[in-house]
C-alpha cells in the first residue's frame, strides 16, 4: 500500500473489494449479454439498445479501474490500536439530538464506504468531522448547512 492513501477499516475494505469482484465478474457477463442481444436486433448505427449498452459496459469498466486504484492505495487500520472510547474511524458513536431529544447511531466510516441510510457517515462529511476525537458525555456543536446541530455523546464503542 501507498503511503498517504485513504485510511479505511477492515471491513470497509473488504466492502470495496466485493464491490469491485461483482462489477469485474457478474456485472461484466450481464453487460456482454445486453451485447450480444442488442447486437441482434440489427442495424448497429441506429441501434439505441447497443449504444445503451457499450456505454454501461464502459462505465462498469471505469469504475472497476477506480475500484482497483482505490484499493490498492488504501491503508487498512489496525483498530485493536486506537482507544475504544474515542469517536475515530471505525467507531459507533450514540448520540442524544439536544434539541429533539432523539437518540441516533452511526458508524464512522471513511468516504468510500459511507452510507447515511445504513447509519455509515464519513469522517469528511460535516457531522463526522465535527465528531472526531470526542468522547462520551461530551456535548458537541457541529456547524452544518441548514445550522448548527447540538448532540451529547451517549457512547462510543468498537
Known amino acids: 500500500m501507498k503511503k498517504g492513501g485513504e485510511y479505511i477499516t477492515p471491513e470497509g475494505y473488504e466492502e470495496l473489494k466485493k464491490k469491485w469482484e461483482y462489477l469485474k465478474t457478474e456485472r461484466r457477463r450481464e453487460l456482454s449479454k445486453d451485447i450480444e442481444k442488442a447486437r441482434g436486433h440489427g442495424d448497429l448505427s441506429e441501434n439505441a439498445e447497443y449504444d445503451a449498452a457499450k456505454e454501461a459496459q464502459a462505465f462498469n469498466e471505469k469504475k472497476i479501474a ?3 486504484k482505490r484499493l490498492s492505495e488504501v491503508q487498512i487500520l489496525d483498530d485493536s490500536s486506537m482507544p475504544k472510547d474515542e469517536a475515530l474511524l471505525g467507531a459507533k458513536v450514540r448520540l442524544k439530538d439536544m434539541e429533539s431529544g432523539e437518540e441516533l447511531e452511526y458508524m464512522l466510516v471513511s468516504e468510500a464506504v459511507a452510507d447515511f441510510a445504513k447509519g455509515k457517515i464519513s469522517v469528511t462529511s ?10 462520551k458525555n461530551e456535548i458537541v456543536e457541529i456547524k452544518v448547512p441548514a445550522g448548527v446541530l447540538k448532540y451529547k455523546i451517549l457512547g462510543v464503542s468498537r
Open 66 to 68: 477506480e475500484l482497483e
Open 126 to 135: 460535516p457531522v463526522g468531522k465535527g465528531l472526531l476525537g470526542h468522547k
